[in-house]
């Protein structure tokens, strides 16, 4: 069974940083693509940050790009996502996801993942 635990969000001051991490279990971690989305109260679940399984290839929302850096340690089974110069639109529960299907490239739709994490949150106090 496959399962993700993400970690790492609280409270910061705009211009301050944060990482989140993410542990996964169940399944051949190093073999899957991964993501990151953010929800906002009243808002739709959005994509943040995508990386591919073997971690050569990435992609960001617009809105991020800059400052938010998604990185893997296949030893660790774990996703991270570096987070700088955050702002309070960045105020969210951050959500870790991984695809059904191995040896993706990167996926930036929600409906491409199977795997979600319970989520952090993450608040950007102004």
């Known amino acids: 069974q496959v399962q993700l635990v993400e970690s790492g969000g609280g409270l910061v001051q705009a211009g301050g940083s944060l990482r989140l991490s993410c542990v996964a279990s169940?399944?051949?971690?190093?073999?899957?693509?991964m993501g990151w989305f953010r929800q906002a109260p009243g808002k739709e679940r959005e994509f943040v940050a995508a990386?591919?399984?073997?971690?050569?290839?990435?992609a960001y929302s617009p809105s991020v790009k800059g400052r938010l850096t998604i990185s893997r340690d296949n030893a660790a089974n774990t996703v991270y996502l570096q987070m700088n110069s955050l702002k309070p639109e960045d105020t969210a529960v951050y959500y870790c996801?991984?695809?059904?299907?191995?040896?993706?490239?990167?996926?930036?739709?929600?409906?491409?993942?199977?795997?979600w994490g319970q989520g952090t949150q993450v608040t950007v106090s102004s």
């Open positions: 996801a991984g695809p059904s299907s191995p040896y993706s490239v990167v996926l930036q739709a929600p409906s491409t993942y199977e795997y």
């Open positions: 990386i591919s399984w073997g971690g050569r290839n990435t």
């Open positions: 169940g399944r051949t971690f190093s073999n899957y693509a």
